[in-house]
């Protein structure tokens, strides 16, 4: 199926007022395009989907930002877990991760975990149960369909919210 583009003439042979009409094949805009696109696959330039293009995430997508922050998460859920499950059984050890995790950080999981490892053997040891915690909880008991709902709900009531605000601040309604 041969498809053709009517564009307006241009330049010096242009007729003011009345425009007469140039017939180009659409093919010499597909090559056109073509070529723009292979100069442009190497610039960084958000990929044509349905989705929004969030820029300023240079070391992954948003989605693996928040995996991030939810590993470190769900680290800190396993480390209160183990803690739980000491207290009731093992006192010494109870008080051993208990001073480790007072003088280490738990906002990284990762650090947190190589320090834990190589602290003591009893450490080490209750590094792997921290591991196998996380990695149990995470498959598991964690709700991913509640913290979907969870998501849509508060997003939903703190945009009301700062709406509904707003809108009685400039209008001088009186509540």
């Known amino acids: 199926m041969e498809c053709s583009v009517v564009l307006p003439l241009q330049g010096a042979g242009a007729v003011v007022g009345a425009r007469p009409r140039a017939v180009v094949p659409v093919q010499a805009f597909w090559r056109a395009a073509d070529r723009r696109r292979r100069r442009l696959k190497s610039a960084v330039a958000p990929a044509r989907c349905s989705k ?7 070391e992954g997508s948003p ?17 209160r877990i183990v803690l739980s499950q000491l207290e009731s059984y093992n006192r010494e050890a109870y008080y051993e991760l208990k001073e480790f995790v ?34 149990a909880y995470v498959k598991n008991d964690f709700e991913w369909d509640n913290l979907k709902k969870l998501s849509f709900k508060m997003v939903d009531e703190a945009n009301t919210k700062l709406m509904r605000d707003y809108v009685l601040e400039v209008s001088h309604i009186e509540e």
């Open 52 to 58: 929004m293009y969030v820029p300023g995430f240079g």
């Open 63 to 79: 989605e693996k930002k928040a995996a991030i922050n939810l590993q470190h998460f769900f680290n800190y859920i396993a480390v």
């Open 102 to 135: 007072g003088r280490t950080s738990l906002n990284d999981a990762e650090i947190f975990c190589k320090k834990l490892i190589r602290e003591s053997p009893r450490l080490k040891g209750l590094a792997m149960r921290i591991l196998e915690v996380r990695s």
